[in-house]
């Protein structure tokens, strides 16, 4: 509980601070010739290795004994794969008003990531909710988003520079799909030693996407492509931003309590359908936007961090919620979904 609680304690996110760090290192020093060369190739395989991780980490059989809850998890992928998009095309009327073109690329980019695990547990757990739903639901959108992310962003961001060619395709299942099913495949062999050894595997998971983020900010500095953000225009972007966040927690809230969840159920639903994965979302977006892959990332870097400080409050006002100590409220937690599920990411 100690560690579920540190969402609360500290407002930005020290992981933030070393991936805004990794960009201001590509800024100054940003690799070119041979050391792009060398960056670019570290990254494939960065992100090849950050996929294989994912497959292993996670219980196919905890996972289809989650499937028995199916009601919440669809209501999770809809929030996630349906209703984000749908808001993230709405938001093409802004263009060019408040959002550049790549801003809004990146910015649609981002509704189709999918959701987090780590954090949508972590509040979960702290708001009372039903923690075992959230495990589910969390693992299958990163399961679906490996193959349906980047068919989304072919079909809606295909005029915008992410052409569904064959090479895209083979790209995809190269860096993404062939790792993750590896990863299941050997699960049942390495499952155990990546248990055992998930603090340094963590630090290597997370220093991959540092790695990543250098890559894609590098080549943007070597291109130029920073001269088309103004501060008025990230202003713009937080701000559009924060309505998208706002939406979606009101939407998944009130649209739970509309298809009659319990209010354990519609805790799990709020915080595993309101937000994206940066992990996930960071290595997607290389591969598919390559050389302009960093104004891609940076809506989705800016809206990890909001989210975690706005779901933070609520956690915690959710958790002295008058129904979160009643007998009923309390009941929801353990039987709407089975399992211990995968280790937090």
Same mark, same amino acid.
Request: aromatic fraction near 8%.
């Given at each position: 509980?100690?560690?579920? $609680?540190?969402?609360?304690?500290?407002?930005?996110?020290?992981?933030?601070?070393?991936?805004?760090?990794?960009?201001?290192?590509?800024?100054?020093?940003? /690799?070119?010739?041979?050391?792009?060369?060398?960056?670019?190739?570290?990254?494939?395989?960065?992100?090849?290795?950050?996929?294989?991780?994912?497959?292993?980490?996670?219980?196919?059989?905890?996972?289809?004994?989650?499937?028995?809850?199916?009601?919440?998890?669809?209501?999770?992928?809809?929030?996630?794969?349906?209703?984000?998009?749908?808001?993230?095309?709405?938001?093409?009327?802004?263009?060019?008003?408040?959002?550049?073109?790549?801003?809004?690329?990146?910015?649609?980019?981002?509704?189709?990531?999918?959701?987090?695990?780590?954090?949508?547990?972590? &509040?979960?757990?702290?708001?009372?909710?039903?923690?075992?739903?959230?495990?589910?639901?969390?693992?299958?959108?990163?399961?679906?988003?490996?193959?349906?992310?980047?068919?989304?962003?072919?079909?809606?961001?295909?005029?915008?520079?992410?052409? &569904?060619?064959?090479?895209?395709?083979?790209?995809?299942?190269?860096?993404?799909?062939?790792?993750?099913? /590896?990863?299941?495949?050997?699960?049942?062999?390495?499952?155990?030693?990546?248990?055992?050894?998930?603090?340094?595997?963590?630090?290597?998971?997370?220093?991959?996407?540092?790695?990543?983020?250098?890559?894609?900010?590098?080549?943007?500095?070597?291109?130029?492509?920073?001269?088309?953000?103004?501060?008025?225009?990230?202003?713009?972007?937080?701000?559009?931003?924060?309505?998208?966040?706002?939406?979606?927690?009101?939407?998944?809230?009130?649209?739970?309590?509309?298809?009659? &969840?319990?209010?354990?159920?519609?805790?799990?639903?709020?915080?595993?359908?309101?937000?994206?994965?940066?992990?996930?979302?960071?290595?997607?977006?290389?591969?598919?936007?390559?050389?302009?892959?960093?104004?891609?990332?940076?809506?989705?870097?800016? &809206?990890?961090?909001?989210?975690?400080?706005?779901?933070?409050?609520?956690?915690? $006002?959710?958790?002295?919620?008058?129904?979160?100590?009643?007998?009923?409220?309390?009941?929801?937690?353990?039987?709407?979904?089975?399992?211990?599920?995968?280790?937090?990411?």
């Amino acid at each position: 509980m100690k560690r579920l $609680r540190r969402p609360l304690r500290t407002p930005i996110d020290p992981y933030i601070l070393l991936l805004l760090a990794t960009v201001g290192i590509a800024a100054l020093l940003p /690799a070119r010739g041979a050391a792009a060369d060398v960056a670019s190739g570290a990254s494939t395989v960065a992100i090849a290795f950050l996929f294989f991780l994912y497959g292993v980490r996670l219980s196919t059989r905890e996972a289809l004994d989650g499937m028995r809850h199916w009601r919440l998890h669809v209501t999770v992928l809809a929030c996630t794969f349906v209703a984000f998009p749908l808001l993230g095309l709405a938001a093409r009327g802004l263009v060019p008003v408040l959002l550049t073109q790549p801003l809004y690329q990146g910015l649609l980019f981002l509704t189709l990531v999918p959701s987090t695990i780590q954090s949508s547990i972590a &509040f979960t757990s702290i708001a009372r909710g039903n923690v075992p739903a959230a495990i589910c639901a969390g693992s299958f959108s990163s399961l679906v988003g490996i193959v349906l992310t980047p068919l989304l962003a072919a079909a809606l961001l295909g005029s915008g520079g992410v052409g &569904f060619s064959t090479d895209s395709v083979v790209k995809i299942v190269l860096q993404l799909l062939v790792p993750f099913l /590896a990863g299941q495949v050997l699960r049942r062999w390495i499952g155990d030693f990546v248990t055992r050894h998930r603090k340094v595997l963590g630090l290597v998971d997370r220093g991959s996407i540092l790695l990543v983020v250098y890559t894609a900010f590098s080549e943007g500095m070597v291109q130029g492509i920073w001269h088309q953000v103004s501060p008025v225009r990230l202003a713009a972007l937080l701000a559009v931003e924060s309505v998208l966040l706002g939406v979606m927690l009101a939407l998944t809230w009130y649209g739970a309590r509309a298809l009659k &969840f319990g209010r354990a159920d519609r805790i799990a639903i709020q915080f595993a359908g309101s937000k994206k994965s940066l992990a996930s979302g960071l290595p997607m977006a290389s591969v598919l936007f390559g050389a302009h892959a960093s104004l891609a990332v940076l809506p989705l870097m800016l &809206f990890h961090q909001m989210q975690l400080m706005v779901c933070a409050v609520i956690a915690r $006002r959710r958790a002295h919620d008058p129904e979160a100590m009643t007998p009923a409220g309390r009941s929801a937690q353990s039987p709407t979904a089975v399992g211990t599920g995968p280790r937090p990411r």
